[in-house]
Each structure stands twice: as structure tokens, then as C-alpha cells.
């Protein structure tokens, strides 16, 4: 295998990117599956503010209403976001602790692979025009009462998804502990590599309870179980409290690697070391800590008692103050900065504001009494669009702007970078600051439309121009890339010029085995360090040049979860289809043989030649 | 293929490598006598039970036994599973945080939330 770029056909390069084990390909297949799911989620919200502009509308059914709320949270969520970290931690973190690839590279691709099949089988659910309708929570008397195929979509696509995401979590965790380059201690992680630490120990923890979960929905559904049946001996609210062990940690898995991006370019344009760097790591911990604690917050109402909802109304505002430590953090680190407002610094700086406001609203939200008067109410849907997208998607663009030259090559025209912010910013708080007096006004969240005369009208407007603005807004980000790709303009090591961490002291887009030798990391911001003494490389080297021993593609992980794709069709299906049972089966048997035969095969991957590697270096101009 | 480097041990180390690998085979001995006797014991004392030998209660035999499970638990861990030993800190920190929420979590349930 030679690293020399060659031509290859269309067919070489399909197969290429199917069985790529790769780190950074992969992070690339997670941004673009990712951004793909933003698009459909983001048409959905589209006609959902469509549909509520005016009152009385009646664009879309009630019931087709109930499909795009459902489906517009589920694919945010699990669909686009999470992917679109996923993806940014799959193409950075190895590079930001000097390694050549992730601890497990064949389950680094089954992860995608789980997540792309489970995406794909939860949004085949339109065509068969059985939509999940039961909210992106899916409270169990709902869900269970949803007719038609809709709630099973939800329950075995999001489990296959949610397959893929442990093994994600599982492999980063692996990778970040044992595969730092020599120097790299814990306190000299970049916080990137922190965030995406934290939030991968959060997913093994926080994962497995919403498998049981939807375990139980799909026996209860498919399978004749009565795990949520009261009048069986089952136990409704039980879903709640296991959706919510669950979700309340995942929206921290969510908005951590964001505050990872940030930290990161906060630092490099203010030109400063982080401030405060052991207490914010010291911070991302607590909050993931605290994040377990805290479930039952969105419960306030269902009647837990008194008791219940003080201790945890007390242990949800306890988290406020390590986020207040993160923020006191960043604007310190600004403070006295050499501040050099780019496209990602823009999103870093709109980013403050607009956060704050989401966490105020979630201590609000978390007094249990004011609860009992937000619950339910677009206040609701104002507050989690504000730490969702003020947060977690601003970050996303952020980093799609800052990280663009190390994953693709190239750099993302500034000026249009900056026409995406203001669309997308202004768009963003005209569509959901208003929500907040709707939701004081009366208006509950997840209505199909509403009346005249209850003095909501203009509010509804206003939201839906604003959310037209940020479809704009990414618009012009999609015609950003599309020109930026067609120029094609290559960019240096370290495009941004103040590059502090290990990604930016080698080329963009790596070579595929990363570097030529494990570098040696002598602090926090090595490549800093290494640039303020005089290495214009960035770079010391741990090592002599030595073989490099690399893993090979395989074809496999996808054939794994493809076998999951088709059992799930045939759970679905088997009481009413006589195939539907051998289809459950063919496909369980599918996916065992595929895990047979990876597991009696003996790939122990090939190794990259010295020689090899030191024509690299000469052909790019010799190692300094 | 890389060179293969093979590395000789001076007589020290190989007296030293003994040395450990002595120690660990008695310990793992030792553990192994322990936790056969302490299954033995929890036999015995339900065998007991069950013969209806004064002293034997219910309230004394559970939590014997639970405390024989939990500190079989512990070896089978650090000496079996070789935790005492170096470079496991980080497995110890998660699985005592594992337990830690899997504990914390259903103790909300019985204290606050169901009653």
C-alpha cells in the first residue's frame, strides 16, 4: 500500500470509504451522516414553525404534526449532534494525543456503521408512512397506545443507533487512557480531549439504561411484554425515570465536547493558555458527575412529593456553579487576550451570551414550584433550544469552521463564515427568545396549532421568520463548502497561524498513518511551547523513524449492521407477516456469522515501511 | 516485519522476577484455600440452618453470607483478576464509579422516590 495519492476509480474509492478503518475517514462518514440528519431534522423543523406561523393553520395534519415533532427531536438528537461530535472527536482527539489511529479502529467503524444503519431504519419509517409519534420522549402510555408500526421504528432504530454510540464511547475511552504520545499526562490533555473523555465515560454509563429501556418498549410492543402496563402489574412512570437516567446525562454527552471546541478557540484566538485549566477540567468532571444525580428534575410534576423534587431541584442548581466556573474561565481567558475575531471565535463569543440564557432558564426550570407553572409550556422548548442549539450546535459550527483545514484540506471562505453566523445568531434568538413569553403566555408545547385571540399570533410569526433565518444561514455555510471544495485552495500545517495543540503541528489533512514518529509532549499546548522556543516544526519527536504497524479495512462491520437492520424489520413485522419471524432470525444469523468470521480470522494488520515514510518526508520538503 | 529485539535479563532481575512470581503463585493460593473455605463456612452454616442446630437463625446466616459474597467479590477482583497490582487505577476508578451511581440510583428510589 502506498501513501503516493494515485488516481483510483470510482469502484476503488466506494470500497475505500466501506471498509475504512481509518480515524480521520471515519470522522469524516460520521460529519457528512451527521450533517445529513441535520438537514432532515432541520426541514422538519421547518414545517413545524411553517405550520404554527398563523393560528388555525392547517398546513399539516394533527397527526402528521405529532410525526415531525417526534421525528425532529429524535434525529437532532441522536441523528445529528451526537454523529457531528462524534465525528470531530474521531478526526481530532487521536491527533491532540499524538496517536495514529483509535484504540479499535474495526469497532470504531462498526460504531458508525450501527449508527448509520439505525438512522437509516428510524427514517424509513416516513415511507412506510408509520411515523413514531410519541414525542422524542416517548412516554410509555403514549407510546404504547401509538398505533401502527410508528413507536417500533423509534424503539429498534434508536436501539441499533444506540448500540453504535456505547461502542463509540467505550473505544474513545480506550484510546484517551491508553494511547497519549509520551509527555502526554492527564493535566496536559488539550480540553477537547477532556470534553470527549468525560462525555464517552458519561456514555457508558448513561447508555446501557436507555438500552433496557428500549428493550422493555420493544417487548412490550412487539413482544407481548407488560413492563409499562399498569393494568398488568407493570409500572408506567418506570419509563420516565429510565428515559431520564438516561437523557439527562446524554444532553450533558452532548453539550461537553461543545465546551471542549470552545475551550480550544478561546485559546488559540485570544493567543493565551486557557485560563484556569486544572479547575476546568476539574469542572467537566463534576458536571459529569452531577449530571447522574439529577434526572428526576424533569419529573417535578408527575407527583415524586415534596421530598423527592427539593433534593433534586437543590442537586440541578448545585450544577450551575461548575458551569459558571467554565464560563468565568473563557472570559478570563479572552481578558488581556490578543483577540483575533475569526469565524469560530465569532460562534465562540456568540456563544457565551447565548448559553447563559439557557442555563438561567434551566435553574428556573429547576426550582421545582415554578416548574409546576413552566412544565409543558413553550417556556420549555425556549430553554432546551437555548442550551441545544446556543450550545451544543453552535459549537458544531464552530468547530466545522476551525477544523475544516485538518479534516478536508482546505479553509472555509471567512466572509461567507461570517454571513453564516449573523443568519444563523439572529435567526436563532428571533425564533426562540420570544417562545419564552409564549410559554408564560399559556401556549403548551407539542399543540398542532392554536386559536385566534389568544394574543399569540405575532409571537408565532416572529419565531417562524427567525427560524427561516437560520435555514439561511446554513444554506450559505452548504454553499460555503461547495465552492470552498470546487477551489480547492490547499492549506499549510496550521492555517489559523496560533495553533496550540498537536493536530495543527502536521498537514491537513494528515497522512494516514498521522505521524511519522510519536512526538514527544513537553506540556500543555505543546505545539505552542515547541513554536515560542524556536521549533517551527511544533514538534519533537519520542522516536526514531521505525515500521509502522497499522490496521487493516474490513468489510465487515457493515455486514454486522446490516444484519441488525434486517432483524429489525423482521421484529416488526412477525405477527402480522408470516415472513416476518424467519426475517428476525436470517438477520440475528447474519450479523453471528459476520462476528464469526471476524472473530476466527487472523488480521493482524500490515506495517508501513521505513522507507516509505522517509520518502514522505522528503517529499514534503525533509524533516527539520 | 519489525526486528524482533530480545532483551536478556541480568541475573539480578531473573532472581527478582522469581522472587514476585513466587509470591503471586502463594497469594494465589493462599486467596484460592480462603475463598473455598468461605464457601465451605456458608454451606455449613445454611446446612445447619436447614438441620435446625440452635443458633442458626435466618437473621444471622443472611447477612454472613452476604458479607462472605462481597469479600469473595473482593478477591476474585484484586488477586484473581490481578487488580492489586500496578496500571489498573483507572479500571478502579470507573468500576467504583459504576458502583457508586449503581448504587446512589436505586437507594433515591427506596428513600425518596417510591416512599
Known amino acids: ?624 | 516485519m519489525a526486528d524482533v529485539q530480545v532483551y536478556k535479563r541480568t541475573p539480578a532481575e531473573q532472581q527478582l522476577a522469581q522472587r514476585r512470581s513466587k509470591k503471586a503463585m502463594r497469594d494465589q493460593v493462599m486467596m484460592f484455600s480462603l475463598m473455598i473455605f468461605l464457601t465451605l463456612v456458608s454451606f455449613s452454616m445454611v446446612v445447619a440452618y436447614e438441620a435446625g442446630v440452635a443458633g442458626f437463625s435466618k437473621y444471622l446466616i443472611i447477612p454472613m453470607v452476604m458479607l462472605f459474597a462481597a469479600v469473595q467479590v473482593g478477591l476474585q477482583l484484586y488477586y484473581f483478576m490481578h487488580m492489586s497490582e500496578k496500571g489498573h487505577g483507572i479500571p478502579q476508578m470507573f468500576m467504583y464509579t459504576g458502583a457508586l451511581l449503581g448504587f446512589l440510583i436505586p437507594l433515591t428510589f427506596v428513600t425518596i422516590v417510591w416512599w
Open chain 1, 1 to 624: 500500500m502506498s501513501s503516493v495519492a494515485q488516481k483510483k476509480g470510482f469502484g476503488a474509492t466506494l470500497w475505500d470509504w466501506l471498509t475504512t478503518v481509518d480515524h480521520k475517514k471515519i470522522g469524516i462518514l460520521y460529519f457528512l451522516g451527521g450533517g445529513f440528519f441535520f438537514v432532515v431534522g432541520g426541514i422538519e423543523a421547518m414545517l413545524i414553525r411553517w405550520q404554527l406561523h398563523k393560528p388555525n393553520n392547517d398546513f399539516v395534519s394533527a397527526g402528521l404534526f405529532n410525526d415531525l415533532i417526534t421525528m425532529h427531536g429524535t434525529t437532532m438528537i441522536f441523528l445529528a449532534a451526537m454523529p457531528i461530535l462524534f465525528g470531530f472527536m474521531n478526526a481530532i482527539v487521536p491527533l491532540q494525543i499524538g496517536a495514529r489511529d483509535v484504540a479499535f479502529p474495526f469497532i470504531n467503524s462498526l460504531g458508525f456503521w450501527m449508527f448509520f444503519f439505525g438512522g437509516l431504519f428510524l427514517n424509513l419509517s416516513w415511507f412506510f408512512q408509520q411515523v413514531p409519534d410519541a414525542g422524542w420522549t416517548s412516554y410509555a402510555s403514549l407510546s404504547i397506545a401509538s398505533e401502527g408500526h410508528g413507536v417500533d421504528f423509534y424503539a429498534i432504530g434508536l436501539q441499533i443507533a444506540g448500540g453504535g454510540t456505547l461502542m463509540a464511547g467505550i473505544n474513545f475511552l480506550v484510546t484517551i487512557i491508553n494511547m497519549r504520545a509520551p509527555g502526554m499526562t492527564y493535566m496536559r490533555m488539550p480540553l477537547f480531549t477532556w470534553t470527549t473523555f468525560v462525555a464517552s465515560a458519561m456514555i457508558l454509563f448513561a447508555f446501557p439504561p436507555l438500552t433496557v429501556g428500549l428493550f422493555f418498549l420493544t417487548f412490550d410492543r412487539m413482544f407481548g411484554g407488560n413492563f409499562f402496563d399498569h393494568t398488568m402489574g407493570g409500572n408506567t412512570i418506570i419509563w420516565e425515570h429510565i428515559f431520564w437516567i438516561f437523557g439527562h446525562p446524554e444532553v450533558y454527552i452532548l453539550i461537553l465536547p461543545a465546551f471542549g471546541i470552545f475551550s480550544e478557540i478561546f485559546s488559540t484566538f485570544s493567543r493565551k493558555r486557557l485560563f484556569g485549566y486544572p479547575s476546568m477540567v476539574f469542572a467537566t468532571v463534576l458536571i459529569g458527575f452531577l449530571g447522574f444525580m439529577v434526572w428526576a428534575h424533569h419529573m417535578f410534576t408527575v407527583g415524586l412529593g415534596p421530598t423527592a423534587n427539593a433534593i433534586f431541584a437543590v442537586a440541578t442548581m448545585a450544577i450551575a456553579v461548575p458551569t459558571g466556573v467554565k464560563i468565568f474561565n473563557w472570559l478570563l481567558t479572552m481578558w488581556g487576550g490578543s483577540i483575533r475575531v475569526t469565524t469560530p471565535m465569532l460562534y465562540a463569543l456568540g456563544f457565551i451570551p447565548s448559553f447563559v440564557m439557557g442555563g438561567v432558564t434551566g435553574v428556573m426550570q429547576g426550582a421545582a414550584p415554578l416548574d409546576y407553572q413552566l412544565h409543558d409550556s413553550y417556556f420549555i422548548v425556549a430553554h432546551f433550544h437555548y442550551v441545544i442549539v446556543g450550545g451544543v450546535v453552535l459549537g458544531i459550527l464552530a468547530a466545522t469552521h476551525y477544523w475544516w483545514p485538518k479534516m478536508f484540506g482546505t479553509l472555509l471562505d471567512e466572509a461567507l463564515g461570517k454571513v453564516t453566523f449573523w443568519f444563523f445568531f439572529i435567526g436563532f434568538h428571533m425564533t426562540f427568545l420570544i417562545q419564552h413569553w409564549l410559554g408564560f403566555w399559556g401556549m403548551p408545547r407539542r399543540v398542532w396549532t392554536f386559536m385566534d385571540g389568544q394574543g399569540w399570533n405575532s409571537a408565532n410569526l416572529i419565531s417562524t421568520i427567525g427560524a427561516f433565518l437560520m435555514a439561511i444561514g446554513v444554506i450559505v455555510l452548504v454553499y460555503n463548502v461547495i465552492i470552498t471544495s470546487v477551489k480547492n485552495v490547499k492549506v499549510a500545517n496550521d492555517p489559523w497561524g496560533d495553533g496550540r495543540t498537536l493536530e495543527w503541528a502536521i498537514e491537513s489533512p494528515p497522512i494516514y498513518y498521522n505521524f511519522p514518529a510519536t512526538p514527544l509532549v513537553r506540556g500543555l499546548d505543546t505545539v505552542w511551547i515547541e513554536k515560542m522556543e524556536g521549533n517551527e516544526t511544533g514538534l519533537t519527536p519520542a522516536e526514531p523513524i521505525k515500521d509502522i504497524h497499522m490496521p487493516n479495512g474490513s468489510i465487515i462491520p457493515i455486514l454486522m449492521s446490516f444484519g441488525l437492520f434486517i432483524a429489525g424489520f423482521g421484529a416488526m413485522f412477525r405477527t402480522e407477516e408470516s415472513w416476518g419471524l424467519p426475517v428476525l432470525i436470517f438477520g440475528l444469523l447474519w450479523t453471528f456469522v459476520a462476528m464469526a468470521a471476524r472473530s476466527l480470522q487472523d488480521d493482524t494488520g500490515y506495517y508501513v515501511k521505513k522507507d516509505e515514510i522517509l520518502r514522505d518526508l522528503k517529499r514534503k520538503g525533509g524533516q527539520k
